[in-house]
């Protein structure tokens, strides 16, 4: 990780009406990485879309994986923006 700002986006579908979806999944990542993210952005998009980049680095596309786990996500961010971070009892579940 460089001294750049540690964001997660997540980038939802506004037709499909995914915003509850990408809220509760920021809400989930906000709790667990107050301390290690500086930013979490909610972009609106079309077409069918949901991806979470982290630091402008897919970790999770709908297209190819299917709607997420929040375990999976919280994964894939923390090896992006805090690695070495426990996830507590979400890392036994893998």
């Known amino acids: 990780m460089t001294d750049d700002v540690r964001r997660v986006e997540i980038e939802y579908c506004t037709q499909c009406r995914w915003l509850p979806r990408a809220a ?14 500086d930013e979490l952005a909610l972009k609106p998009g079309t077409g069918g879309v949901f991806v979470v980049r982290a630091n402008d680095e897919v970790v999770w ?4 994986h299917g709607f997420p786990e929040p375990t999976a996500v919280k994964r ?19």
Do not use: I, M, N, Y
Not at 85 to 94: F, I, P, V, W, Y
């Open 24 to 37: 509760w999944l920021a809400q989930e990542l906000l709790t667990t990485f107050e301390a290690e993210l």
């Open 76 to 94: 894939a961010v923390r090896d992006r923006v805090a690695p070495g971070k426990t996830l507590g009892h979400s890392e036994r579940t893998a």
């Open 61 to 64: 596309d709908r297209r190819e």
